[in-house]
T-cell receptor, first 116, second 109 residues
């Protein structure tokens, strides 16, 4: 149980285009999902907390107009990188909270974004 | 902000024991996780500590001291496949998980 999927796993796009990444909890309902970004050889940096049916909460320094988050249902959250630039190239990972006693977060497989 | 510190890199020999330390700020602490991450993959859950003491899971054990803001992950009988990054993550306040810098462990034959 507690499987989280992401799509696509890898995307290459041109500078100035927008890219949408989907995160799904496959066998549980997730009222809260999290979006992280990881640059090479660095740890995960929390970008935003996505709550079903309400606006996402962004971490300091993360542009909410550039990284649009929509938590449309209890099993789906999307991250759209708008007008992507080469510096947005990174590994984007989502996670979902099972809501159990330990509140363990389970991570999706990640999306490798390369902006040319 | 909440600083979570780990050593950047460690090396060890197959079959040995290695301890990876993690220190964190205690304000708002709600639990500590250890994750394993292989290159290019998402983190996988290893352990969770919320009370002081040692939690053992097979070859992996994790220890927590809340008063000292300190945890360690102990890996026994090291195998080559244990070469990975080990991430310490602290659960603060409600449901915000903050990750440490990660420790890259290289296991040699």
């Amino acid at each position: 149980g507690a499987v989280v999927s992401q799509h696509p796993s890898r995307v290459i796009c041109k500078s100035g285009t927008s890219v949408k990444i989907e995160c799904r909890s496959l066998d549980f309902q997730a009222t809260t999902m999290f979006w992280y970004r990881q640059f090479p050889k660095q740890s995960l940096m929390l970008m935003a907390t996505s709550n079903e049916g309400s606006k996402a909460t962004y971490e300091q320094g993360v542009e909410k107009d550039k990284f649009l988050i929509n938590h449309a249902s209890l099993t789906l959250s999307t991250l759209t990188v708008t007008s992507a630039h080469p510096e947005d190239s990174s590994f984007y990972i989502c996670s979902a909270n099972t809501g159990g006693v330990t509140d363990t977060q389970y991570f999706g497989p990640g999306t490798r974004l390369t902006v040319l | 902000g909440q600083n979570i510190d780990q050593p950047t890199e460690m090396t060890a020999t197959e079959g040995a024991i290695v301890q990876i330390n993690c220190t964190y700020q205690t304000s708002g602490f709600n639990g500590l996780f250890w994750y394993q991450q292989h290159a290019g993959e998402a983190p996988t859950f290893l352990s969770y500590n919320v009370l002081d003491g040692l939690e053992e899971k097979g070859r992996f054990s994790s220890f927590l001291s809340r008063s000292k803001g300190y945890s360690y992950l102990l890996l026994k009988e090291l195998q080559m496949k244990d070469s990975a990054s080990y991430l310490c993550a602290v659960f603060y306040n409600t449901d915000k998980l903050i990750f440490g810098t990660g420790t890259r462990l290289q296991v040699f034959p």
